[in-house]
């Protein structure tokens, strides 16, 4: 039997999570059926490939309800899970997992199940799935990396991204005590919304804004960009899709007189982005948070005319 050939049993996670992040339960939800109910319907919008990334389940910057709302509005022939999908880091230190992180999971296994294929890269925050490349779990494809072919042709490679972060390459240690700050901040971010909820507002990213107006955040970043788009043009590719920096954004590189598309897919613990491919092949970043502003309002209109006619006809 080949390693492309094994489906890796409940049993085996179980015991693979034990090892690796104490009792961690990344298993199915025990009932039939989510916390949540799975919306459905022809509503949904349809793409042939989605990409997301840091989701982070298993700490409370994770913003679970938007990314289960973009579950429940979206399907794809193919879904790419760009590392940090669940962080390994905080669950080793303190054990969180509430039901809608439950939700999130049987979510995306269900989308295996029903026919999507769903590829899953591992990144940094939960590398102890790697030693797993070339594995399937569930109908899940665990891969180190990934090449992607859009429908007008373009070769696209999918990765992480954390491989060309200087610190995690030469200052592991530092990475876990950024790590540490960045929690801090995503603790006080749940604070500012929780008080922006109360007011009838939506959500909104403190630690996003305040990286865009601190200098060596926005140096990083801009780097970073220019180191992954000059490897994927020496992999001979049209371009790069990953995450790890918690920065949705498209650039376009030039390595060797060559074009290179530098596509980043965001994340849900900050800005709650996700990466379409429509099916002629165009490329659009979603924005959740205001995806979501504008379907509500567009909704509202409808609500408050039936409201009307009801009390008219009363």
């Not at 494809?141 to 990934?146: F, P, Q």
């Amino acid at each position: 039997m080949t390693s492309r050939d094994y489906a890796m049993t409940g049993s085996d996670l179980s015991d693979l999570i034990s090892t690796n992040v104490a009792s961690f339960p990344l298993t199915a939800p025990k009932t039939p059926e989510p916390e949540v109910p799975e919306l459905g319907g022809p509503e949904r919008r349809r793409y042939r490939t989605i990409w997301i990334s840091d989701v982070h389940l298993g700490t409370k910057g994770c913003n679970a309800e938007l990314l289960i709302d973009f579950l429940d509005n979206t399907d794809s022939e193919v879904m790419y899970l760009v590392g940090d999908i669940i962080d390994g880091w905080r669950l080793k230190k303190k054990f969180y997992w509430p039901a809608a992180h439950n939700d999130i999971v049987w979510r995306i296994m269900k989308r295996a199940r029903r026919g999507t294929r769903v590829v899953y890269i591992p990144g940094n925050h939960d590398e102890m799935f790697r030693q797993f490349t070339g594995l399937n779990f569930g109908g899940i494809e665990i891969r180190r990396a990934a090449f992607h072919d859009t429908a007008d042709g373009r070769r696209l490679m999918v990765l992480h991204g954390d491989e060309f972060d200087a610190v995690m390459l030469s200052h592991r240690w530092l990475a876990f005590v950024g790590d540490h700050a960045y929690h801090l901040m995503m603790k006080l971010n749940l604070t500012v919304n929780a008080f922006r909820r109360w007011l009838g507002k939506p959500y909104w990213s403190l630690s996003k804004a305040a990286k865009h107006k601190v200098k060596n955040a926005v140096e990083f970043i801009g780097k970073y960009e220019e180191v992954v788009a000059r490897a994927a043009g020496e992999r001979g590719v049209d371009g790069v899709v990953c995450g790890h920096i918690h920065t949705a954004e498209f650039r376009m590189f030039d390595h060797n007189g060559k074009a290179i598309e530098y596509w980043n897919d965001g994340d849900w613990v900050e800005g709650c982005n996700a990466l379409v491919e429509h099916h002629d092949g165009r490329m659009e970043i979603l924005h959740w948070p205001e995806e979501m502003k504008r379907r509500l309002a567009a909704e509202a209109p409808a609500t408050t005319s039936e409201t009307g006619t009801a009390r008219e006809a009363a």
